[in-house]
């Protein structure tokens, strides 16, 4: 047992993140919210948008002045159904809750809303804010932009984010549907995974200058920070088992990240500007449909929970006992992990270490799991 | 040159269907969409979607009694944005095309317009209706479910439509952006082809009942039909490649189209009832976003253009000299089409003139490819 992570609870993580922020200088509302989209990707099992993210992404970069700890909320532009706000670089998390926010009251009123977000920071999961229209008996989709990784059909550069392209909608079962991913085949989080576990990546992930695809992990996780590799766009390579299609969702999500609020879009987004590191001011879509515009909300859900179970229940492929539904792995991580807390490998119990004696977090002193 | 296909201008086979819908009861302004939407496709060189259907989908179920002529376009609720449409089992061409109307008006109005139809039937491309949306300076988002034929990630049973979950942005190039396309690898349209080309379907494209993707191309097309096989959602098999992606997409594109208009989903649209031919009653969903509630016109066009003139320009794969955006070919069809017509197979042309004979289509006695 030496290799398992250690575990403390959703609301511990929760608290520390919330003192970490403030100790950067991001008013107290707004760390409560930070941390709060950082621990629901913890609960989920979404494992590579949550506590693991808070030093090398939101730390790192307020420390070094490329992200500003005070968000600088400003509504450009507001019509009827749709609106458009500027984050001045402040913190994304922050800057996406208040969109959907104002997205579900547009819903609301007119049964759509739509609101871009241009100046904003990396938000950590898509998910979050689609859950909270699911919440509030919507639909929602979200979209954002993101650093350049994905490269296109029959090129080999590094030029679309990740791109996720993200639905929620209520059910009648215990957790909403709900699809969160990437446009490509796989992130960045997954190749570090096959890092820890020792393994090659499997073929057809990514794509290097040469055109090949690479299967040597560490070298892979390099050369994808310095350009000279890229991820394959969901469907692979070529367009003969559909690279084509992950690569035009991969684009929609870009358009539709920055072109309706004039803002960066690809290389503007490498955070790199003559060797040194600049603000990384992505673009968001959001979108709430209120399902009571359309039909009674017990009803859809009961509609969106037959589709899922038939789905289910369908028949397996031979090896197979389990067929899941988009969202179903989320609410299974959910339960679980609110019986036994969050897993914390040693790598980010050092980094919280480390931001805790950076910080002077003296209430830390002794971690839960450090208590005999 | 004698197993090249025959070519008619794309006006003169508009108007044929124009005449064969007619001739099948469906009133003149009625048949006019159908037919508009159906050669859009032609002149796109989407040529799964086009003339080719006439006979097989929409002639022949017609016939049978599976398909109203007589469109009864009843608005079952209406409210600011949002609408919710019954087709009454009629031109599925002919509601989806009143329907985006009704979303491009409300997205005038209020910014975002969204409309659902429930008992409509096939539409032909969705692509049609989101371009109606990029004409009219708007972004269009268009859904619709489909007979099932697409497997679950870990399932081998044929669940989903095709569905697809289609957009298109006005830009400042000579065509949209525009990506329309089914949520699986290929659809059955593309193994129709390999038959023609008499080669074998790729791995990784059909799934049978023992789990194993099949490339037998004339038995996958007879499995596909009773159900035997399957197709694979985008990403592929299992889950290691993003297959669960193409599956949670193709779940969300079943939802958006059923569960807003509380309508029929998957095993309901199988189109057969103790052995007999019944209605396909789909269900379809449109969006249409104003561009000018967010950013000028223009500008927005202009953004477009801009991020997919980086991609085209970006690093090219060792052998490939030309990356290509979405809608970009289909604006290459459009123009070499609109100057040396349609392509005619020797198949589509026995069609029409199996139509043109049983329905005394009189004035198309000697088509123009036969005068001498």
Redesign the interface.
């Known amino acids: 047992m030496t290799n398992d992570p250690v575990r403390a609870s959703a609301d511990f993580i929760e608290q520390f993140m919330v003192d970490v922020f403030c100790g950067l200088g991001v008013p107290e509302e707004d760390a409560k919210v930070c941390a709060e989209v950082l621990i629901c990707a913890d609960k989920l099992g979404i494992d590579s948008h949550g506590i693991n993210r808070c030093k090398p992404i939101y730390y790192d970069r307020i420390k070094s002045g490329i992200l500003n700890p005070v968000t600088h909320f400003e509504i450009v ?1 507001d ?4 609106a ?1 706000v500027d984050g001045h670089n402040g913190m994304g998390h922050v800057v996406a809750k208040r969109c959907m926010q104002m997205a579900i009251e547009k819903a609301r ?6 609101v ?1 977000a241009r100046n904003s920071t990396h938000f950590g999961i898509a998910g979050y804010y689609a859950l909270m229209a699911a919440e509030a008996g919507m ?1 929602g989709q979200i979209s954002t932009n993101a650093r350049p990784s994905i ?7 590094n ?2 984010g990740t791109n996720p ?1 993200t ?1 929620a ?1 209520p059910s009648d079962e215990k957790f909403p ?1 709900m ?1 969160d ?1 990437a ?4 992130q960045r989080g997954k190749i570090e995974l096959y890092e820890r576990m020792g393994k090659d990546t ?1 073929a ?2 990514v ?1 290097d ?3 090949k695809t690479r299967t040597d992990t560490s070298r892979i996780l390099a050369d994808l920070k310095s350009g000279k590799a890229a991820l394959v766009p ?3 390579l070529g367009d ?3 690279g ?6 991969a ?2 999500v ?3 990240s ?5 803002g960066n ?3 503007q987004l490498s955070g790199v500007k003559e060797g040194k590191p600049t603000p990384i001011e992505l673009g968001h879509f959001f ?1 709430a ?3 009571q ?3 009674d909300l017990e ?2 859900k009961g ?2 929970g ?3 179970r ?2 289910r229940v ?7 006992d ?5 969202g179903e792995k989320e609410g299974i991580a959910l339960e679980e992990r609110s019986k036994n807390g969050i897993p914390l490998p040693g790598a980010i119990v050092a980094d919280m270490k480390a931001m805790r004696d950076e910080l002077g977090l003296s209430q830390y002193k002794v971690f839960p799991w450090e208590q005999r």
């Open positions: 532009r019509s009827k159904a749709t458009v009123e007119h049964g759509v809303g739509c871009v639909i490269a296109p059909t029959f090129g080999v550069e030029m679309l392209l639905f909608m549907f699809i991913c446009t490509s085949v796989c499997p057809g992930l794509i200058r040469s055109g969901l469907g692979g003969e088992t559909g084509h299609k992950g690569y035009g969702y684009t929609t870009e358009l539709l920055s072109a309706l609020q004039n879009s690809m290389k979108m449909i209120d399902v515009a359309f039909i009803k859809f509609n969106v037959h589709v899922l038939e789905l369908s028949a397996k492929a031979p090896g197979r389990r067929i899941y539904t988009a």
